[in-house]
């Protein structure tokens, strides 16, 4: 059974940052691709960010050059820097994986999900 846990989300000030983590068991992260989604009050579910297991990642527009993504097949833990933070990231971030080595924006293509972690940001 694979299970997804994060951690790390919380209260921050506009232009702080915050590391979400996200703990895999059940399958490794060097074989998956692992991506993170997110959901403010009131808004679909978006697609954030992705690494397939050949190491390419995607990220939406609007945190591009300030999310980055990355794992450690050692602790098979996958990671959201978030810098300059801005009250519109607000939102439950979802860490995902899927098995295939394709990168997709759409949730439904990921099997495997975490229960989400509040990231709240303040103006």
């Known amino acids: 059974q694979v299970q997804l846990v994060e951690s790390g989300g919380g209260l921050v000030q506009t232009g702080g940052s915050l590391r979400l983590s996200c703990v895999v068991s059940g399958r490794a992260v060097s074989s998956s691709t692992m991506g993170w989604f997110r959901q403010a009050p009131g808004k679909e579910r978006e697609f954030v960010t992705a690494i397939s297991w050949r190491g390419r990642s995607l990220y939406a527009d609007s945190v591009k050059g300030r999310f980055t993504i990355s794992r450690d097949s050692a602790k098979n833990t996958v990671y959201l820097q978030m810098n300059s933070l801005k009250p519109e990231d607000t939102a439950v971030y979802s860490c995902?994986?899927?098995?295939?080595?394709?990168?997709?924006?759409?949730?439904?293509?990921?099997?495997?999900w975490g229960q989400g972690t509040q990231v709240l940001v303040s103006s």
């Open positions: 995902t994986g899927r098995q295939s080595y394709l990168i997709t924006k759409s949730g439904s293509d990921y099997p495997y």
